[in-house]
């Protein structure tokens, strides 16, 4: 995420918060009433994406992890491709020979 990013998300958040307090004064709440409102609202609306990101971070789908794996990957079939035939069928032979014996 870029640094205009966080900056947008914040400007949009302080605005829902706004927007939230004026439209409950003008359902009628009073100004107190309409600021406690809003400021749930608010508060719920960042546990909600606060708890997305915990999720996310508890089933390792951050962006970061899936780039890492999607890497490793890469690396490991560039190494299976560079392998000659013979290199390639003596690998195979010791996984073989080890489930075997496992």
């Not at 009628?28 to 915990?54: K, P």
């Not at 990957?73 to 690998?91: C, G, H, M, N, S």
Request: proline content about 1%.
């Amino acid at each position: 995420m870029r640094r205009i990013d966080v900056f947008l998300i914040g400007i949009g958040v302080f605005a829902i918060g706004g927007a939230g307090y004026l439209g409950l004064k003008w359902a009628g709440l009073d100004n107190i009433d309409a600021g406690i409102w809003s400021q749930l609202l608010l508060v719920g609306i960042i546990f909600a994406w606060l708890s997305t990101y915990i999720f996310r971070v508890a089933t390792k789908k951050m962006t970061y992890t899936q780039q890492l794996k999607d890497y490793k990957e890469a690396v490991l079939q560039k190494r299976l491709d560079e392998l000659t035939p013979a290199e390639l069928a003596k690998i195979q032979a010791e996984i073989e020979s080890e489930r075997n014996s496992g």
